[in-house]
């Protein structure tokens, strides 16, 4: 899954956002370095010292812009202190620079002289990435996500309960040091390790708590092949999990992923079906409204759709937010963290702790496993017993669809 910064970048191409800001060193200028654009009126001209204030004020708005574009409009006046012309045509570039990018994204297959089908060819952008081995891409613009769920080689015929499960791709390593085992383990090995280790012990989290969820559908007489998982495809963290889980217990899943993230994708034959979104908004969208529960088991800002103040897209707002490594190791990571030099803006470290916090999200407010806990017969952790009274309602409907549709002959 693509970063900030590379989705930034991807936005703006002729924008080079500073990774770190706050003076020469972090803009990589030197202290000769005289720019060649004068902002500020031609009487009250801005010192260097302003302008890379103003660039670091605008770097922090186009973060928000990533997931709100119309905070561009806010971004280009914290660089130009209100210059409405010029941001008018700065506005301009952006959109026409970004309609760019969407106009040269395509999914194309190749075949060989002789008619067979040897891969397929995606563009986004300036990126270009032939897939010999993986050959089951399902493009946005070429069938639509319910079409996509229906097809057989994605989960068969069966109707099935869908999770959609999103979390970090690389969690946060230095909050594991907070457990006395992990510390110990962590002191014993280089520092450079330390992201691998941390993802180890959140996959291992991960398949642990969907095992606990599966063992408890199966004593209430569901089984592997009632429930399937959507992922968003990329080799590590939740995604790795998802796949490691799915393939040691036979449960169906499929991917989902956009043009922007397709660089992230492994050509690895025998992989399931992935379907291609449009952009990572579409992505997020599809992920929530397409399941019965969106699992966000961690992770920072879910596919551009959680904001550091919960803030969602998509018409299934009640997600469910699990705190894994909390619940499981005890570890707490902050739903926030101050991201630059003088402490003015957030950015969101702990999705699921974000969500926990969000009154129409926070698991108090879930009336569906208000009502369930009443009749729960396991003394399993909370996070469990929610998402198995979840996903028992949502096979029973299952059940209970299909029967009337065997009754009408349908």
Same mark, same amino acid.
């Given at each position: ?7 930034? *970048? ?14 020469? %060193? ?6 000769? !370095? ?11 001209? =801005? ?13 922090? /708005? ?25 941001? $008018?045509?700065?506005?301009?570039? =952006? ?15 190749? #075949?060989?002289? !002789? ?9 986004? @952008? +300036? ?16 069938? $639509? ?28 390593? !230095? ?35 969907? @095992? ?41 899943? /499929?991917?989902? *992923? ?41 992770? #920072?800002?879910?596919? +551009?759709?959680?904001?550091? +103040?919960?803030? *969602?897209? @998509? ?7 699990? $705190? ?14 101050? +991201? ?33 806990? *009443? ?26 669809? %299909? ?8």
């Amino acid at each position: 899954m693509m970063t900030r910064d590379s989705r930034l *970048t991807a936005l703006t191409p002729n924008l080079t956002a500073p990774a770190v800001v706050g003076g020469r %060193r972090a803009l990589g200028l030197s202290q000769s !370095h005289s720019p060649s654009v004068r902002f500020g009126s031609a009487e009250n001209p =801005l010192s260097q010292e302003d302008i890379f204030a103003r660039m670091g004020a605008a770097h922090e /708005a186009l973060k928000d812009a990533e997931t709100r574009p119309d905070m561009f409009h806010d971004a280009v006046k914290a660089l130009t202190n209100g210059g409405e012309d010029f941001i $008018d045509k700065m506005m301009k570039a =952006l959109q026409a620079a970004k309609a760019q990018i969407q106009q040269t994204r395509s999914c194309e297959l190749l #075949r060989s002289e !002789h008619g067979a089908e040897v891969g397929q060819k995606i563009r986004s @952008g +300036s990126f270009e990435k032939v897939f010999v081995n993986r050959r089951n891409f399902y493009p946005s613009d070429q069938v $639509d996500f319910k079409s996509f769920l229906r097809d057989e080689k994605v989960f068969g015929k069966k109707q099935r309960a869908i999770i959609a499960l999103t979390g970090w791709t690389k969690p946060p390593a !230095h909050y594991l040091q907070q457990n006395e085992v992990f510390k110990e383990a962590m002191s014993l090995i280089p520092r450079e390790k330390w992201p691998l280790y941390a993802e180890k012990i959140y996959v291992r989290a991960i398949k642990e708590y969907l @095992g606990a969820v599966l063992d408890r559908l199966k004593k209430a007489g569901y089984n592997e092949d009632d429930v399937a998982f959507l992922y968003g495809v990329t080799p590590q963290g939740v995604d790795r999990a998802i796949e490691e889980f799915c393939e040691e217990k036979n449960v169906p899943y /499929a991917g989902v *992923t956009c043009y922007d993230w397709v660089p992230y994708v492994d050509d690895v034959a025998g992989k399931r079906p992935i379907y291609l979104a449009k952009d990572p908004k579409e992505f997020g969208q599809i992920m929530s409204d397409a399941s019965d529960k969106l699992v966000v088991v961690g992770g #920072r800002a879910f596919a +551009s759709t959680i904001t550091k +103040s919960g803030e *969602t897209v @998509g018409k299934n707002k009640s997600m469910v937010p699990i $705190d894994l490594m909390q619940m499981r190791y005890g570890i707490r990571i902050p739903a926030v963290v101050i +991201s630059d030099v003088d402490r003015s803006s957030s950015e969101v470290e702990n999705a699921a702790a974000v969500l926990n916090g969000n009154k129409e999200t926070n698991p108090a407010n879930w009336q569906e496993v208000q009502e369930g806990m *009443t009749s729960y017969e396991f003394d399993d952790p909370f996070e469990v017993k929610a998402l198995v009274i979840i996903l028992k309602k949502a096979l029973q409907n299952i059940v209970d669809a %299909r029967k009337v549709s065997e009754e009408l002959g349908v």
